[in-house]
């Protein structure tokens, strides 16, 4: 077996053996810790919304004509407010290689809502009240979560060939900071919807000339700008 044969086998291990459905970092595979929990079935546990697995799935077959080999992994982890809209989604470890399919998974789990997942992850009445220790909290990019996740059931993608296995790890923010969160987040818009407004008028000079009636290469070159700037799937209205 070869050495990218060898560690997809075992970060498949890895995705398929998040059955810690609500744990503390170090029993799911956080920032901070990798032991699995015990296995569990594919219909055990909560699970990322089917019109996300939709996207994702594009994004697989969108690339994987540009992939070498036919097994892959990816794994995220993902920061959720507490309305159960996504603040933040970062790769923890990806087998993949192709920046083009990173992107696009990161921009689909991105556009997701997890409200029923981050009800129970919500903060006691402790430590809404700010009287948890600061060393309970683990830091994730620019945010604060608390120290427990939920390990969403592993999606298989099957394209042209190409399997790929998606573990997502949901983590629930902590509240602090909102005003700059929120100051970030409209930053965050400003910037895509200029980036959109750029892709727009790329798009129109360079795809539909040469386009076909249904629009198809414009939709596809939009998407693929604002992919490159990391502003596909941002919520600009």
Known sequence: MGAMAMKFTASLGLALGLGCVFTPLGCASGPQGTRMGPSHRSSDGPSVPASTVARLTECAEQGAGRLTDTHYAIMFDVAVKEDGEIHEAKIRESLIGDREIESCMTQALLAMSLPGV????RPSATVSRGTMSP????????VLVLPVAVNLVPIVLVAAGVTIVVAVTVHAISGLATRDDATDEEAEKERCKKV?????????????PSGSPSGDPFFKCRRQCLQAENCWGVKLY
């Open 196 to 208: 959109l407004e750029k892709c727009i008028e790329k798009c129109t000079r360079e795809a539909i």
């Open 135 to 142: 060393d309970a909290r683990v830091p994730m990019g620019n």
């Open 118 to 121: 981050v009800t129970p992850l």
